[in-house]
């Protein structure tokens, strides 16, 4: 009876280790957990954005100087590729920004320079029903802009492409 006991005790110990276990594995793996999220829309920096396709570059100018790539998930190039709007739940894009500075090696040629952004827009229409289905996030040295900032996301898309699902950037082809 006792080593029964003392048996089912083991066993139960056991469970309770292998539970915990695979509760750490799931939380170290879930998406969201731990990352930096911008305020009103708790937006990250997607996993393995820097593998995405692209789906077009931009360059800006006075005053802030970028050159600018704007990538997109299998979800959002299987859209473009389409051409149908909107965009579907689970749609990303990111924008990657950098001053842009003249190549050391080569003059003509304009080359990024410091990293300045990145920029995020993931489409979910449950939980964005507010700002057109989209959740932004603006990111700094990996750090979420404030409050403010996110405030001016949906106002200058919704304001220049409402027409287009809230989406400047066109297919690069
Ligand atoms: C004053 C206008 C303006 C504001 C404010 C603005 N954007 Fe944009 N956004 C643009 C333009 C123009 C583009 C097109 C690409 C480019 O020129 O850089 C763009 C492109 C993007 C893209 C790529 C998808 C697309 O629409 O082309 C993302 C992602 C993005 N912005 C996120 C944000 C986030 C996050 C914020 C708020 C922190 C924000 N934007 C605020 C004008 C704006």
New binding site residues.
Partial sequence: MASDFRMHRRLLAAAARLTAGFALVSAGTAQDVGKPA?PIYG?TIPDGYRRWLL??P?S?GEPLN?L?V?LGNAVAVEAYTRGTLPFPDGTV???L?WKHVASPEFEAATVPGMATTV???MKDSKRYPASGGWG???FVDGKP?DEA??R??????E???KDRD????RYAR
Avoid: D, N, P
Avoid at 166 to 169: A, E, I, P, Q
């Fill in positions: 911008s937006v789906i077009a931009a800006e970028e600018r704007v894009l990111v924008k920004a920029q995020v827009m932004f996030g603006r802009a900032e996110h001016t996301c949906f106002a200058c898309h304001a220049r492409v809230y989406v400047f950037t």
